[in-house]
């Protein structure tokens, strides 16, 4: 990791003064299993409290780790008296499905590039392009992710750059070629510097 630190401090010093004082990397990791992405479905457009409730919830009646058999098992009016809506049921449904049928293979995706985890886990409904970069950087550990599309991200670097309005996801990129290959981190960096990161 202090490679990674020096690196960007080097490139960037907007971005060395962050770290400076920000302070140690302290990011906190999940494994790359299935029930990480049920969880991040669950917890889209919802407030933590709301949904940590449904989450262990639907935890409690599959039974824990949650697992695509236990999901298919519940069927979806079991899974809306637990508190999902239908569009979500739908989501976790077909995450579970694809899951089980070898389509989406948690332990292989590990050894897979960022694009081709991107490319298979965007397939599945209700899981876009933020979900799986963050699936990448929290869960799968990949050092150079920037997530260009992010509104923390960008409100970061609109008061670390000192641009008049959050800047998009392009000009993002531009500032971000800096970093590379390091661009997790820095992304980490530029959340806490909101006091904030996100959770997967």
């Not at 948690?106 to 409904?125: N, P």
């Not at 661009?183 to 909101?194: F, G, I, K, N, T």
Request: aromatic share 10%; glycine share 8%.
């Amino acid at each position: 990791m202090r490679k990674a630190i020096n690196h960007l401090k080097k490139a960037d010093p907007v971005l060395g003064a962050i770290i400076a004082r920000v302070g140690p990397y302290r990011i906190k990791y999940r494994e790359p299993v299935f029930e990480t992405l049920v969880r991040s479905i669950i917890f889209q457009q919802l407030s933590g409290k709301a949904a940590a409730t449904i989450y262990n919830r639907v935890a409690a009646a599959t039974g824990e780790p949650i697992a695509p058999d236990g999901i298919l098992g519940l069927g979806a009016e079991r899974m809306r008296a637990l508190g999902l809506s239908r569009q979500k049921i739908a989501y976790i449904t077909d995450l579970a499905e694809r899951t089980a049928s070898g389509e989406i293979d948690f332990a292989a995706c590990v050894g897979w590039d960022d694009a081709e985890v991107l490319r298979r886990f965007t397939a599945v409904k209700g899981i876009g392009v933020w979900t799986v970069q963050m699936f990448l950087m929290f869960a799968l550990r990949r050092p150079d992710v920037l997530p260009t599309g992010d509104l923390g991200l960008r409100a970061a670097a609109k008061k670390a750059y000192g641009y008049d309005e959050a800047p998009p996801p392009k000009e993002l990129e531009r500032i971000g070629a800096a970093w590379a290959p390091y661009r997790s981190v820095a992304s980490w960096y530029l959340w806490r510097s909101l006091e904030e990161s996100p959770d997967l």
